[in-house]
């Protein structure tokens, strides 16, 4: 269509008038943001474009000076930390002056390493801040995708090591088809054991559990739990526990799913960090109600909950009251497990946990017709 491209070539013309206009530092800088994809915020920016041409100082004017010339935009919610971005057609232009200009992919590097550390720290605090990351990353998710696409074709073992990062984000996010695709990919790129290997096994795993092939699974977490031994990581033994155990229940092995939940709990205690403390007290609680251990496992469940509590970890209330429901409602208490399905309905709903409301429903129905 000749118009199309008549209104293209006026758009670019535009564009290169307006680049033309700027410093030679708000040049460099507009070049270098085209890095990110979805936005950025001012912390970003500063870590992925300083360099000898832009200090990390001089970063916030320049954004200023960027934006009062309509080369950047602010993208601004309330109660939410600025972001900017640029728009469709300026991303293309910078990105292909980035490349003009340096053609060495040194902001890309930045930007992987700077999502890298922001993965990694995610998924080191994703049992004790899980609201605060997951909706961090929501917000970075474009900027992941991208340092995960660059990385995979120009720094392989970047792309592992940030793929075996989010595996957790995935799950939780609703995107366990796209994460478990990046996690085959990394672990085809099969490297020596390491640290790295090790998370990339544990993390396709988990993913795989959503695809009903515990057989693989389990084939997976084992692998990844004997190199843990033998860095002897009980942070990274706790969670891969963890999953180990909900695979089991999988396949009906109940008295090995409480062996490893309980040996989930040990490590997690030995770490002393409370939010793994009550992942593993969920799997716990789940293995001793499945083997019908209600008694025993009341006051696990009562330390969840009360834990949960305190630091307002709504999927461990909710796991609690739902837990501790089964166990009235095994111990024929079917007043007290009335009571309790009533109470997780509550909390299910409050924090829209559906899945959970369900099964207390289910939960309540028996109660009442016992």
Same mark, same amino acid.
């Given at each position: 269509?000749?118009?199309?491209?008549?209104?293209?070539?006026?758009?670019?013309?535009?564009?290169?008038?307006?680049?033309?206009?700027?410093?030679? /530092?708000?040049?460099?800088?507009?070049?270098?943001?085209?890095?990110?994809?979805?936005?950025?915020?001012?912390?970003?920016?500063?870590?992925?474009?300083?360099?000898?041409?832009?200090?990390?100082?001089?970063?916030?004017?320049?954004?200023?000076?960027?934006?009062?010339?309509?080369?950047?935009?602010?993208?601004?919610?309330? !109660?939410?930390?600025?972001?900017?971005?640029?728009?469709?057609?300026?991303?293309?232009?910078?990105?292909?002056?980035?490349?003009?200009?340096?053609?060495?992919?040194?902001?890309?590097?930045?930007?992987?390493?700077?999502?890298?550390?922001?993965?990694?720290?995610?998924?080191?605090?994703?049992?004790?801040?899980?609201?605060?990351?997951?909706?961090?990353?929501?917000?970075?998710?474009?900027?992941?995708?991208?340092?995960?696409?660059?990385?995979?074709?120009?720094?392989?073992?970047?792309?592992?090591?940030?793929?075996?990062?989010?595996?957790?984000?995935?799950?939780?996010?609703?995107?366990?088809?796209? !994460?478990?695709?990046?996690?085959?990919?990394?672990?085809?790129?099969?490297?020596?054991?390491?640290?790295?290997?090790?998370?990339?096994?544990?993390?396709?795993?988990?993913?795989?559990?959503?695809?009903?092939?515990?057989?693989?699974?389990?084939?997976?977490?084992?692998?990844?739990?004997?190199?843990?031994?033998?860095?002897?990581?009980?942070?990274?033994?706790?969670?891969?526990?963890?999953?180990?155990?909900?695979?089991?229940?999988?396949?009906?092995?109940?008295?090995?799913?409480?062996?490893?939940?309980?040996?989930?709990?040990?490590?997690?205690?030995?770490?002393?960090?409370?939010?793994?403390?009550?992942?593993?007290?969920?799997?716990?609680?789940?293995?001793?109600?499945?083997?019908?251990?209600?008694?025993?496992?009341?006051?696990?469940? /009562?330390?969840?909950?009360?834990?949960?509590?305190?630091?307002?970890?709504?999927?461990?209330?909710?796991?609690?009251?739902?837990?501790?429901?089964?166990?009235?409602?095994?111990?024929?208490?079917?007043?007290?497990?009335?009571?309790?399905?009533?109470?997780?309905?509550?909390?299910?709903?409050?924090?829209?946990?559906?899945?959970?409301?369900?099964?207390?429903?289910?939960?309540?129905?028996?109660?009442?017709?016992?």
């Amino acid at each position: 269509d000749p118009g199309t491209s008549e209104r293209h070539r006026t758009i670019q013309a535009a564009i290169e008038w307006s680049y033309n206009l700027l410093s030679e /530092e708000e040049k460099a800088l507009f070049r270098q943001l085209s890095v990110f994809s979805g936005g950025f915020d001012l912390n970003a920016a500063e870590e992925v474009c300083t360099n000898q041409r832009l200090p990390k100082e001089r970063i916030l004017d320049i954004l200023s000076q960027l934006l009062d010339k309509s080369m950047i935009h602010i993208v601004y919610q309330p !109660g939410q930390e600025m972001r900017y971005r640029l728009l469709e057609t300026m991303q293309r232009f910078a990105s292909r002056k980035a490349l003009e200009k340096y053609g060495d992919g040194e902001a890309h590097r930045r930007h992987l390493e700077y999502f890298t550390r922001m993965a990694e720290e995610a998924y080191l605090d994703q049992f004790e801040s899980s609201a605060h990351w997951l909706h961090k990353l929501k917000l970075e998710y474009g900027n992941l995708i991208s340092a995960l696409n660059w990385a995979d074709q120009n720094r392989p073992e970047g792309f592992r090591t940030l793929a075996a990062y989010l595996p957790w984000f995935w799950v939780f996010n609703s995107h366990s088809l796209t !994460g478990k695709q990046y996690l085959e990919k990394a672990y085809s790129h099969n490297s020596e054991e390491s640290e790295v290997q090790a998370r990339v096994l544990f993390g396709l795993g988990y993913l795989t559990y959503y695809f009903q092939d515990p057989e693989r699974v389990m084939k997976l977490l084992n692998k990844s739990l004997a190199l843990w031994q033998k860095y002897d990581n009980p942070f990274e033994e706790a969670v891969v526990t963890s999953i180990l155990s909900m695979t089991c229940q999988q396949i009906k092995d109940f008295k090995l799913s409480f062996k490893y939940s309980a040996r989930s709990l040990d490590k997690a205690r030995e770490v002393g960090k409370p939010g793994l403390i009550n992942n593993a007290l969920i799997y716990l609680g789940i293995a001793m109600v499945h083997s019908k251990q209600f008694t025993d496992a009341i006051p696990y469940l /009562e330390e969840l909950l009360a834990s949960s509590v305190t630091l307002n970890h709504t999927l461990g209330i909710s796991a609690a009251h739902h837990l501790l429901s089964d166990c009235a409602l095994g111990l024929k208490d079917f007043p007290g497990a009335e009571k309790t399905y009533g109470m997780g309905i509550q909390s299910a709903m409050k924090h829209n946990i559906l899945f959970n409301a369900y099964a207390d429903l289910q939960g309540l129905a028996f109660a009442l017709s016992g």
